[in-house]
């Protein structure tokens, strides 16, 4: 049988853990970056809505992944989790800033509560290393 390698990711440009989590887990070549949520340096969520919010939590999300020798380009799948689903429009627009095509597959939800009080939270799964894209034949 052969060996799986599972690695913890942390980076000090991203969140601190709430709670006994880590930052990211890589295993092989792919790496799950646990949810992030739009918090300042010095911990509390920063100020400006859903969209400073949201800003936030995917510059944490880059940095996770930098830190795992990854990138937005690498993503496959995100999972967006809103407090309101009513923010889904201007989360669109903020996400196609950081992601281009072939965007990752992706699932958004509201949800009743998230940590700290936040508006939105999201977390990822990406490739580590060389990939090459190649476009469907539809």
Excluded: C, W
């Excluded at 930098?66 to 627009?93: I, Q, W, Y």
């Excluded at 700290?116 to 034949?137: M, T």
Aim: neutral net charge; glycine residues 8%.
């Amino acid at each position: 049988m052969s060996k799986v390698v599972r690695k913890a990711i942390y980076t000090a440009l991203g969140p601190k853990p709430l709670a006994p989590y880590s930052q990211a887990i890589q295993v092989d070549n792919l790496v799950y970056v646990s949810g992030m949520v739009g918090t300042s340096e010095l911990g509390p969520l920063v100020e400006g809505g859903i969209a400073a919010e949201a800003k936030q939590a995917l510059m944490h999300l880059g940095n996770v992944l930098k830190a795992a020798d990854s990138s937005f380009e690498k993503v496959v799948k995100t999972t967006v989790l809103l407090a309101d689903l009513n923010d889904f429009g201007v989360v669109n627009e903020i996400y196609k800033q950081y992601f281009v095509e072939p965007y990752p597959a992706r699932m958004a939800y509201q949800v009743a509560k998230l940590p700290l009080g936040a508006k939105i939270e999201i977390d990822a799964i990406a490739i580590v290393g060389e990939v090459e894209h190649v476009k469907s034949n539809l």
